[in-house]
């Protein structure tokens, strides 16, 4: 495989993980530089293990996993969507929102953002090709489009404040249905 074919691939992967740093972001009061490469280490680390996962897996798991990892990714990020949307509309400061510094919710979306790169390494694996230069130049591509969409989701926090959290469930819910059905929506 090319590097610019490689590159190309990367940010075809990277942009689910993209998305959804933009609405970290957007529903974080304090989207520091700390902040933001926690999420893009996140989604990069797993961007990066994916692949690897599915290259030494290869046929054997896809077999099982395959009909089910779109419906696995859709689900993770409807339920947080879903959640987004309804503490969006509870009234008061009291209202809890998406927690992007809480390790389970990283890891629930880097888990979900990631599942195409696990078929990306199973084919990778079927074409015998080797999956080391491609998994770094994955994990670099990631890491830098992360830290971009929290930066880009901050400043349309501040322009959105009221409806940040809203637009951010709306945006995993839509991720989430491009993931299932295939589309780019």
């Not at 409807?78 to 927690?99: C, D, R």
């Amino acid at each position: 495989m090319s590097f610019l074919s490689t590159v190309l691939l990367a940010l075809g992967l990277a942009m689910d993980a993209f998305c959804v740093s933009v609405t970290g972001g957007m529903v974080s009061g304090t989207a520091d530089f700390v902040f933001a490469l926690k999420i893009a280490l996140f989604f990069a680390g797993f961007q990066m293990l994916m692949p690897w996962v599915g290259w030494h897996l290869g046929q054997s798991v896809a077999i099982y996993l395959g009909q089910y990892d779109r419906w696995i990714a859709f689900s993770l990020l409807l339920l947080i969507g879903i959640k987004m949307i309804y503490e969006s509309f509870q009234s008061g400061e009291q209202k809890p929102s998406l927690n992007f510094n809480s390790i389970v919710t990283l890891l629930l979306l880097a888990i979900a953002t990631s599942v195409d790169a696990f078929a990306v390494g199973v084919s990778f694996s079927f074409l015998r090709w080797d999956i080391y230069k491609p998994i770094l130049i994955i994990g670099i591509i990631t890491l830098l489009l992360s830290l971009i969409g929290v930066k880009i989701g901050k400043v349309l926090g501040c322009l959105m404040k009221r409806y940040a959290e809203l637009a951010g469930g709306i945006i995993l819910i839509l991720i989430g249905l491009r993931v299932l059905t295939g589309y780019n929506i």
